[in-house]
């Protein structure tokens, strides 16, 4: 397959990178500086001329509170962006794969949501993004949804990496104990990506590593009790505490209904792969030590 990866730059962008290529595909990562999503001469011209099989979308605007404050560059990037690349994928006959977020849901529901549940955003970001599933499904019949949430990995700082790096230097920690999701490590996703990609099987899917999920407070004690420091380190707070500017669900645990039903086999229990991803760091630090 000829692939293009927008976001390439980014934590799943590079994970997605990583996994197609190592496939044999002929891959095209472009990061933000490359190609901005949102400019429709930019995308158009891009996609035509590389004419690729499939598009991946890891591009977005991520930062949930800095959307709040500017509604227009959200839904710019997050809704217009993808519209932009199925339209352009329709010219091309491309499938379109596009990342979508756990935070479209409200939060409310007591167990784990699945695509019969309606989404309920209530931030500008999550509506932005929820905008950024909906109207590439309305332009392009080929368009894969991608909800995934809690995401780690390597090769780029994320909540998890920044918490670690916080506790070797033996830095109290305060993570949010009445939070909960499923956490997902960027290359297992970025492997359920490239599973997709080549069933071209058109809807909305849920991708998180299995078990039954983790409050925000459990998940990085469990980090940091994995890469040898002391748990004592986190100290549990409540989300309200915070006082953010954004809305965040207490709950947006996901669970797929469509991957059993296709082959698709559960994805690796999430302290399997957080504790991979605490022995991958640990190993690239001692090959970095002089």
Known sequence: MKVIITGAGGLVGRAAVTAFGAKGDSVIGLTRDDLDISDS???????????????????????????????????RVNARGPELLAIACR???????????????????AGFYTQRDQPNPQSVYAKSKLEGERRPQFDWARTIVVRSGYIFGEGGRNYLSKFLEYARAGTPLKAISDCFGTPTYAPHLAERLYQLAKLDLPGVYHVVNGGEGASFSEFIESGVKMAGMDPALVESISMDSLARPAARPRNSRLRCLLSPAIGLAEMPHWCDALREYVDRTAQAARSQTP
């Open 41 to 75: 001469m930019a995308v158009h011209e891009q996609i035509g001329s590389a004419s690729p099989d499939v598009v991946v979308n890891c591009a977005a605007w991520t930062d949930v509170d800095g959307c709040e404050f500017d509604h227009q560059r959200a839904m």
């Open 91 to 109: 010219g091309a006959g491309a499938l379109l794969i596009t990342i979508s977020t756990d935070y479209v849901f409200d939060g409310a529901k």
